[in-house]
């Protein structure tokens, strides 16, 4: 390994990633951007701060203003072709994914430095539109950080359990293009 390219790169990813290329084609994706579109999105909001990203949950709603977890609209059947891929990725059966997080990620939007909230447990998400970069890092006892990076192609899909999911944080930078993703997510064994 060449001393230009220091330890931060040669980590290989965290075990509890799969990823599949291309779960969807051109014209389904097309459709699904006009569907999230039309479904009511709102800026993403955290106590008093407001973030740039718009969001809608289906399923499940967690709010992070008030930390409330309950249930919400059905997922709708526009998502749930996809929601079988999703699944299938992960080994699941599609029912286990009871959550669909619709988010749009217009020029300048990001998603900070978190792992998602424990009430979940499989994480399965879908990217469309530009392509992006989900950053992972894990904090090591010398108070230093291990990071990695997945590169998220236009229409694939990733998978994060187990290690990636539940001790590494992940993020995605704020881009110069837009971008679309659509979480599914089973709940953690005591929601159930
Ligand atoms: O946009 C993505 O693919 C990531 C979204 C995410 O990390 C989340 O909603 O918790
Ligand atoms: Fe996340």
New binding site residues.
């Given amino acids: 390994m060449s001393a230009l390219f220091p330890a931060l790169f040669e980590e290989s990813l965290p075990r509890g990633i799969e990823q599949a290329k291309n779960i969807l084609g051109p014209r389904e994706e097309a459709d699904l951007i006009r569907f999230v579109d039309a479904a009511g999105l709102a800026p993403f909001r955290f106590r008093q701060w407001q973030g740039r990203?718009l969001?809608r949950s289906f399923g499940w709603r967690y709010d992070f203003t008030d930390s409330s977890f309950a249930e919400t609209e059905a997922i709708p059947d526009w998502l749930l072709p996809l929601r079988a891929r999703a699944a299938a990725l992960a080994g699941l059966e599609a029912d286990a994914l009871v959550q669909a997080?619709a988010?749009r990620?217009d020029p300048g939007a990001r998603?900070g430095w978190?792992r998602?909230r424990p009430v979940f447990e499989n994480?399965v998400?879908?990217?469309l539109g530009a392509p992006?970069v989900?950053r992972l890092r894990r904090r090591r006892a010398d108070g230093k950080f291990d990071r990695a990076e997945l590169p998220?192609a236009q229409r694939g899909a990733?998978h994060l359990c187990g290690e990636a999911r539940h001790l590494w944080e992940?993020?995605?930078a704020p881009m110069d293009a837009p971008?679309?993703?659509i979480?599914f997510r089973s709940l953690a064994e005591q929601r159930r």
């Fill in positions: 990203r969001t997080l988010i990620y998603i978190h998602d994480v998400g879908v990217s992006a989900l998220l990733y992940h993020s995605i971008r679309w993703s979480t």
